[in-house]
Nanobody, 120 residues
Framework: QVQLVESGGGLAQPGGSLRLSCVVS????????MGWYRQAPGKERVSVAR???????SYADSVKGRFTISRDSATNTMDLQMISLNPEHTTVYYC??????????????WGQGTQVTVTS
């Protein structure tokens, strides 16, 4: 079973920054896509930033210029650097990886979630 362990959430002031980190238990090369999602209470989980295959990262319009996703295949780590935070960014963030086999979804794996709270 693939395991994802997140860290780095917490409190930030408006205009501040946080860096989320996700350590994956298997090689990042074995996944079709990987990324960060967020989920507000009572709402669906939505993509924030992600890599698909070996392509460039893609971002939700609401975080472009503020959030940067990165990955390190040597440490099987995926990070999300968040700057210029505002209270609208307050929610739980999840990292995710997707495994396919011959073009068919084989598994979606999630981190435990980390709370980000932006408040003065």
């Amino acid at each position: 079973q693939v395991q994802l362990v997140e860290s780095g959430g917490g409190l930030a002031q408006p205009g501040g920054s946080l860096r989320l980190s996700c350590v994956v238990s298997e090689s990042l090369f074995s996944f079709r896509s990987m990324g960060w999602y967020r989920q507000a209470p009572g709402k669906e989980r939505v993509s924030v930033a992600r890599f698909i295959s070996g392509g460039s990262p893609s971002y939700a319009d609401s975080v472009k210029g503020r959030f940067t996703i990165s990955r390190d295949s040597a440490t099987n780590t995926m990070d999300l650097q968040m700057i210029s935070l505002n209270p609208e960014h307050t929610t739980v963030y999840y990292c995710n990886v997707r495994r396919d086999w011959l073009g068919v979804l084989k598994g979606l794996y999630w981190g435990q979630g980390t709370q980000v709270t932006v408040t003065s």
